[in-house]
């Protein structure tokens, strides 16, 4: 059984020790909570009923919710549901972090969190006690004016409704709140613009990273990691139709097939005697046949070069039968897997066409790792331009931009019906992470006690909570289901099979026709050449008799006719020719 003691959870937080209270109704003071880091709440036995009089009797009567940092030790057979329902009543109190933590079935260590356990936070600036994460109450801007410029070129900070909520303007607006300031935006659409305001240092602060006016100016520390996303071309889409008709072989097993019938039919052509039965289209079409499961008679094809020449048809197309049947059979239980990059890897193994800023151009020299993708990349500018738009438009381009642009413009429409999420995706990795900063002004004379603050603010997580409240907060949570997606088989496609088996059912009937009328072809074209091979035996038969009539030798008499018949058909075997003689019985005088 786990029973960790209240020291050993403070060293897993990197506290060396701890003050123990064990009795439930003993006094703690004040100064004792400000002094601690965190709260620790263990128990022998849980119970909902206990637990419900701790937070709504004792906390409550005390400076206790008014701590940042509170751990649960939850015992084992605390179910999920109840980890949520208590962190819940921690977060509509006005507690700030409260992490349960237990142990699994695997006797692993788990925090939980309200985030973690799927809830939604809403922790407005109303909702805690800022004087517990901020305790130098007598520090007092005196109503300093604070001008933060925005760049709108990089929407890190974007108004909707007349109120901007993202976690810096937050954080300003809490700084505003307790710190007695007078702060206002002003925002520009070009960067010049910005270099301008710090040159004539009408500027304190500017929201938007990735802008480096001078190298040696104060930086801001926010402590939120970013860098650069790729928007990638959706692959055009397969129906499953096409898939089964032409995915399961290649361009080229296609090209061969073709090549050999080609080449079969050739063949054909020329060691077999062209007459009107046998015609080299009718092997064309016997091979089509028997490429998709119906039969024709060869048995015509006595010659053995041609017999060999069909056995090899025959197995060829047995083969690729078996094999496409296969596949098609594959396609039938798998899901349809739609090929999409992974990793930044993948992203350089590849041969996509890359536009991307000046700024990512220089990191990628500077890496000395992915000089291979150099030729392949286009800089447009050191940020979103309009030839971005355009270039998005003409889906050719594979973009990587900052992760903030990327953020807002996988949701944003190139047309009234052209949106760019239908036809890009986004990478799922973070491509050169780094933690931001915020360019300031050298004269400004709150920047340390405002790095502070952002350290505060950090520790006791509001940057976080205030980060997932945001929403412009899509940081690739849809577009990581894209690269797993799949198409498995709906209804849809089930009615598709059928209206293939339909068109199969259709293409067999019209074969069988087909098969019908050429053997009804092959008869009567049979018919008529043995009826003009008649008609010419007939008229040549004719011809001899006549002819035969007339000659003198049969007005000689029988015997002469004999003998000269004789001697005629020695003369024929003797070359072993095999030759059809016309007997014609001569008409002798009656005297």
Known sequence: ????????????????????????????????????????????????????????????????????????????????????????????????????????????????????????????????????????????????????????????????????????????????????????????????????????????????????????????????????????????????????????????????????????????????????????????????????????????????????????????????????????????????????????????????AIITDEVFAKAVKDSGIYMSMMPRLNSSGSHLKHELAIELERQHYTVIISCEIAEVLIDAYLSKSKRVSNFYYMLPQMIFPHLEELEASYLNPFIERFQYYMDLSFQAGLMHIWKVMSPENRFLKSNLELVEETSYLEIKDLALVFRILIVGYVVSTVLFLLEIFFHDLLVRLTLSFVAKQFKNRVHQISYAKRKQQKHPKYQKGALYYIIHRHKRVKRLRARKLKVRRIYVQPKFPMD
């Open 1 to 352: 059984m786990w029973s960790p003691t209240v020291n050993d959870i403070a060293g897993c937080f990197g506290q060396d020790t701890a003050i123990v209270v064990s009795d439930f109704n003993s006094i703690v003071t004040e100064k004792t909570l400000r002094k601690a880091t965190m709260v620790i709440l263990t128990f022998d036995k849980f119970e909902k009923k206990f637990f419900d009089k701790l937070v709504q009797q004792h906390y409550l009567s005390t400076v206790w919710h008014h701590m940042a940092n509170i751990i649960i030790v939850m015992p084992n057979d605390i179910t999920v549901v109840n980890r949520f329902q208590y962190l819940e009543r921690f977060i509509k109190l006005g507690f700030i972090n409260v992490v349960t933590v237990h142990e699994t079935a695997a006797h692993d260590i788990r925090f939980e969190t309200y985030l973690n356990l799927g809830g939604e936070p809403s922790m407005e600036l109303n909702d805690f006690d800022s004087s517990l994460i901020f305790p130098d109450k007598l520090r007092d801007m005196a109503g300093y004016g604070y001008k933060i410029v925005v760049f709108s070129q990089i929407p890190k900070v974007i108004i909707r409704g007349g109120y901007p909520k993202t976690p810096l303007v937050y954080f300003m607006t809490m700084i505003q709140k307790i710190q007695n300031a007078t702060i206002w935006y002003e925002a520009i659409r070009d960067e010049r613009e910005l270099s301008n305001y710090w040159a004539a240092r009408e500027m304190d602060l500017t929201l938007n990273t990735g802008i480096q006016i001078n190298s040696n100016e104060p930086k801001l520390m926010i402590y939120e990691e970013s860098g650069y996303c790729a928007l990638i071309p959706k692959p055009t889409e397969i129906s499953l139709g096409q898939v089964i008709f032409v995915k399961p072989f290649d361009g080229l097993t296609w090209l061969f097939l073709f090549l050999t019938m080609a080449c079969s039919v050739t063949v054909w052509w020329m060691f077999y005697d062209r007459g009107a039965v046998d015609s080299p289209w009718l092997l064309a079409y016997g091979m089509f046949v028997m490429f998709i499961g119906q039969g024709v008679d060869f048995s015509r094809n006595n010659r053995l070069v041609l017999t060999i020449l069909l056995e090899l048809i025959i197995v060829m197309v047995w083969i690729l039968c078996n094999a496409y049947e296969g596949v098609i059979t594959s396609f039938m239980i798998e899901p349809i897997r739609v090929h999409r990059l992974e990793t930044f890897d993948d992203l350089v193994a590849s041969n996509h």
